[in-house]
C-alpha cells in the first residue's frame, strides 16, 4: 500500500493579496523607478531634433548630446 503526500499549499484557498505599509513603500519606489525611466527614454528620444543652434543656446556641443544619448536609460 502506497502513501502519496501531498504539500500543505496545495487545495489551500488564497484570499486577496495585501501589502504591509513597507510592500507598499517598495511597490511605489518600483512605480516612481518606472516613471523616472519612462522619462529619461521620452526626453533621449527628443533630443536628436534639437539643432545646432539651439543647442549652442542651451550651452551644449553636439558631443555632449551624443554622450548623453548614448546612456543606458537607466543611469542619471
Known amino acids: 500500500m502506497s502513501m502519496t503526500a501531498h504539500h500543505p499549499l496545495i487545495n489551500s484557498q488564497c484570499g486577496p493579496v495585501t501589502f504591509t505599509p513597507r510592500g507598499t ?3 511605489d519606489k518600483i512605480a516612481r523607478t518606472l516613471r ?3 522619462a529619461r ?3 533621449r528620444q527628443a ?3 534639437i ?3 539651439e543647442l549652442h543656446d ?3 556641443s553636439r558631443w555632449e548630446l551624443q554622450r548623453e544619448l548614448a546612456k543606458p536609460f537607466w543611469r542619471d
Open 25 to 27: 513603500a517598495i511597490v
Open 36 to 38: 523616472l525611466w519612462g
Open 41 to 43: 527614454i521620452k526626453d
Open 47 to 49: 533630443f536628436p531634433v
Open 51 to 53: 539643432h545646432d543652434r
Open 58 to 60: 542651451l550651452g551644449v
